[in-house]
């Protein structure tokens, strides 16, 4: 919970204070002589300057803000220094966290507060003993009079939007199948106002989505097609902005099976589908004026009973025929289907996201979104920027005609692998064919989930895309 207290006396008070400063008074700070030059002597620099004071049971830092001039640089310091202050919070079990800035920095003190949040997610459902383990932090008081209640709330439904993507994904395929992912949108759908519609096998049969049909062949649980779609009364586009998530709820590569220890973490392949759903709630919640829908084809990849093979051909929604190769490329089949039944919609933009190819967390490993455009590069450049200023980057890759014949088939329209050179560009180009609108193409497969921890991103699901695709709403709207 956040609070907004622009009276409270942080020293009288028994819990972490952080005090974010850009120049030191001591003047300002009823510290002790014997403190006030210990900071000063910690501090010449004042610049990204953590310094920590536990007098008795109060804990307090001091945080120097950088004076760098790259402001998305700054900014994410404070998260990150925010991270280090919510671990100390837990090492002291520390209930109650005061943000006091003493220099009107609004940004930073959000960041900060930002931080701190992201940091302290647990996942913990399946711990016998919960209550020992559990994060103790429960209230964060901001003091700044340059932060109003909007400021506050709108963080606290990115945080709260960004905890049910990690839940999400972290879950595991016994308690999250696309019946069960089914359930929990229709929860968070009519928790926040969305409207949400989802198709079951019989009407994804009646509607020949070939792609999602063959992949779920191999599967004891039904595929589920769900359309999710945020429509305010006064939304500012007359065409809707269409997000497109990939839900596959486990991968074994199918009859191309994952070898090694390469399946152990394919409960995170409905990345995609988790951060363009929570996007939505977020950009419900914070009741952003834009016309947003979003398309989540789910199943699991799995090699039984009658699942598909290599060399088998299938027809997809749109007509297109392709060859099958690899079952383990089964993400963009799916996708593809839901790239085609957008075209309804008559979209003014279409982003999909996705956990896709291995290829694209190998180029740039887990510190960004691999992207490519077809007619929305200026979609784009504003999705970089959002991506600069939430710290979760693009990192654009060629989108040359060069590389269609690596998809062309000789006995089909399409194949699904282009070989193996740049196939994260091949896997983007595949699904490129089942466009005619601004397109967008996001690959999260590297930065989607952590098996160590990174600052704030945490272990595990870092829930990326939420706040990234949230803030490009917001660019979108202004």
């Given at each position: 919970?956040?609070?907004?207290?622009?009276?409270?006396?942080?020293?009288?008070?028994?819990?972490?204070?952080?005090?974010?400063?850009?120049?030191?008074?001591?003047?300002?700070?009823?510290?002790?002589?014997?403190?006030?030059?210990?900071?000063?002597?910690?501090?010449?620099?004042?610049?990204?300057?953590?310094?920590?004071?536990?007098?008795?049971?109060?804990?307090?830092?001091?945080?120097?803000?950088?004076?760098?001039?790259?402001?998305?640089?700054?900014?994410?310091?404070?998260?990150?220094?925010?991270?280090?202050?919510?671990?100390?919070?837990?090492?002291?079990?520390?209930?109650?966290?005061?943000?006091?800035?003493?220099?009107?920095?609004?940004?930073?003190?959000?960041?900060?507060?930002?931080?701190?949040?992201?940091?302290?997610?647990?996942?913990?459902?399946?711990?016998?003993?919960?209550?020992?383990?559990?994060?103790?932090?429960?209230?964060?008081?901001?003091?700044?009079?340059?932060?109003?209640?909007?400021?506050?709330?709108?963080?606290?439904?990115?945080?709260?939007?960004?905890?049910?993507?990690?839940?999400?994904?972290?879950?595991?395929?016994?308690?999250?199948?696309?019946?069960?992912?089914?359930?929990?949108?229709?929860?968070?759908?009519?928790?926040?106002?969305?409207?949400?519609?989802?198709?079951?096998?019989?009407?994804?049969?009646?509607?020949?989505?070939?792609?999602?049909?063959?992949?779920?062949?191999?599967?004891?649980?039904?595929?589920?097609?769900?359309?999710?779609?945020?429509?305010?009364?006064?939304?500012?586009?007359?065409?809707?902005?269409?997000?497109?998530?990939?839900?596959?709820?486990?991968?074994?590569?199918?009859?191309?099976?994952?070898?090694?220890?390469?399946?152990?973490?394919?409960?995170?392949?409905?990345?995609?589908?988790?951060?363009?759903?929570?996007?939505?709630?977020?950009?419900?919640?914070?009741?952003?004026?834009?016309?947003?829908?979003?398309?989540?084809?789910?199943?699991?990849?799995?090699?039984?009973?009658?699942?598909?093979?290599?060399?088998?051909?299938?027809?997809?929604?749109?007509?297109?025929?392709?060859?099958?190769?690899?079952?383990?490329?089964?993400?963009?089949?799916?996708?593809?289907?839901?790239?085609?039944?957008?075209?309804?919609?008559?979209?003014?933009?279409?982003?999909?996201?996705?956990?896709?190819?291995?290829?694209?967390?190998?180029?740039?490993?887990?510190?960004?979104?691999?992207?490519?455009?077809?007619?929305?590069?200026?979609?784009?450049?504003?999705?970089?920027?959002?991506?600069?200023?939430?710290?979760?980057?693009?990192?654009?890759?060629?989108?040359?005609?060069?590389?269609?014949?690596?998809?062309?088939?000789?006995?089909?329209d399409l194949k699904n692998i282009g070989g193996v050179e740049a196939g994260a560009i091949t896997a983007g180009k595949f699904l490129a064919h089942f466009t005619n609108y601004p397109y967008i193409h996001l690959d999260i497969a590297g930065p989607v989930f952590l098996n160590k921890r990174d600052s704030y991103r945490c272990s595990g699901a870092t829930g990326v895309g939420v706040r990234i695709l949230s803030r490009m709403a917001e660019l979108l709207a202004?």
């Open positions: 919970m956040i609070k907004l207290d622009n009276n409270l006396q942080t020293t009288h008070l028994s819990a972490a204070n952080i005090f974010i400063l850009t120049e030191w008074d001591p003047t300002q700070h009823s510290f002790s002589n014997d403190i006030i030059r210990f900071i000063e002597s910690k501090s010449e620099t004042k610049s990204d300057e953590l310094i920590e004071v536990l007098i008795l049971d109060q804990y307090t830092a001091l945080y120097f803000c950088s004076n760098d001039k790259d402001n998305n640089r700054r900014i994410e310091k404070c998260r990150r220094a925010g991270d280090k202050i919510q671990q100390k919070v837990l090492e002291l079990k520390i209930k109650t966290t005061i943000i006091h800035s003493t220099s009107l920095l609004k940004n930073e003190t959000l960041a900060f507060a930002e931080g701190i949040m992201l940091g302290a997610y647990q996942f913990i459902p399946f711990q016998s003993d919960k209550t020992k383990k559990q994060h103790p932090l429960e209230t964060i008081i901001i003091q700044n009079v340059a932060i109003g209640q909007t400021e506050t709330e709108k963080l606290s439904n990115t945080i709260k939007s960004v905890y049910l993507c990690r839940d999400l994904v972290n879950l595991p395929v016994n308690h999250l199948n696309t019946v069960k992912l089914a359930d929990r949108l229709t929860e968070m759908a009519k928790a926040c106002g969305l409207g949400i519609e989802i198709l079951n096998k019989k009407q994804i049969e009646s509607l020949r989505m070939g792609g999602l049909l063959t992949v779920n062949y191999g599967s004891v649980d039904p595929p589920v097609f769900i359309i999710l779609e945020f429509k305010p009364k006064h939304s500012m586009n007359k065409q809707p902005i269409v997000l497109v998530g990939k839900g596959i709820t486990y991968d074994t590569g199918g009859l191309n099976l994952k070898t090694g220890n390469f399946m152990d973490d394919m409960k995170l392949d409905m990345g995609g589908a988790a951060a363009v759903a929570t996007s939505l709630q977020n950009i419900a919640l914070n009741n952003i004026p834009l016309h947003v829908i979003a398309l989540i084809p789910a199943t699991d990849n799995r090699p039984n009973g009658n699942a598909m093979v290599s060399g088998d051909v299938i027809t997809m929604f749109d007509g297109t025929t392709v060859e099958v190769l690899n079952t383990d490329a089964e993400g963009r089949l799916i996708l593809a289907d839901a790239l085609a039944w957008a075209k309804q919609y008559n979209p003014m933009l279409v982003i999909d996201m996705a956990t896709l190819t291995g290829a694209a967390a190998r180029a740039i490993g887990s510190h960004g979104i691999v992207a490519m455009q077809q007619n929305a590069s200026q979609f784009l450049e504003m999705l970089k920027q959002a991506g600069d200023q939430t710290n979760e980057k693009i990192a654009e890759f060629p989108f040359w005609e060069d590389y269609d014949n690596q998809i062309k088939s000789e006995i089909a202004q």
